[in-house]
């Protein structure tokens, strides 16, 4: 990862209110330091999971891989993610990632959708365990390959945020935002190639981080 680049975009602060605000960077990395996203997926220990659904086992409809400092344990559907090593490429990224967000991430999950029916449902990733403090969780989320739209919407008011992450793109999630919306990447009946998504995290390693996402 080049230090020297011009940065192509600066963040955007997006409050939305109570406390909540999305940091967006369109440009977080210029086209010549973005892995690319089929390279690095075939790095990683992508894994295809099931979850339960009224008694039937289903296939997580995407592929995961979960990578971090040790003991950064994440537990998922009752199955516990034990952290693969940071790969040089995702080293990399953290450290751009901390160095302009100014927060110390320690965990990243890997998303790696292989087409437009891949997707994620309606969730928060409100575990007590994340932080880095109870009213400022910060989720990082960097797209890599093909765009997807990604929504937010309020759990009560249930206004809707949308975004068209493409590759390079950073949405960061900060303070309550975890607290009072919910996101999801819905499914698209669009031919697309593959997209994978790593989404940064500050886990506390003495706990088990128990996550309620959907599939
Ligand atoms: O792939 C995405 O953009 C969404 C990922 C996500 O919602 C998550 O990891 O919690």
Redesign the pocket.
Known sequence: MNERRTRASEAERIDLGEGAWLEWWPDFLAPGERPDAETLARELPLRADTFTLFGRTVPVPRLIAWHGDPGCRYRYSGQTYEPAPWTPTLARLRDVLTARTHVAFNGV?A?YYRDGRDS?GW?A?DERELGPAADDVA?A?L?LGAPRR?ALRHRKTRERREFA?GDGNLLVMRGTTQRHWQ?A?PKTRKELEPRL?L?FRVVAPSHDPVAT?SA
């Open positions: 999950l998303n994620m969730h990733d989720v989320s797209s990604f992450l996101h990447l998504n989404t996402r």
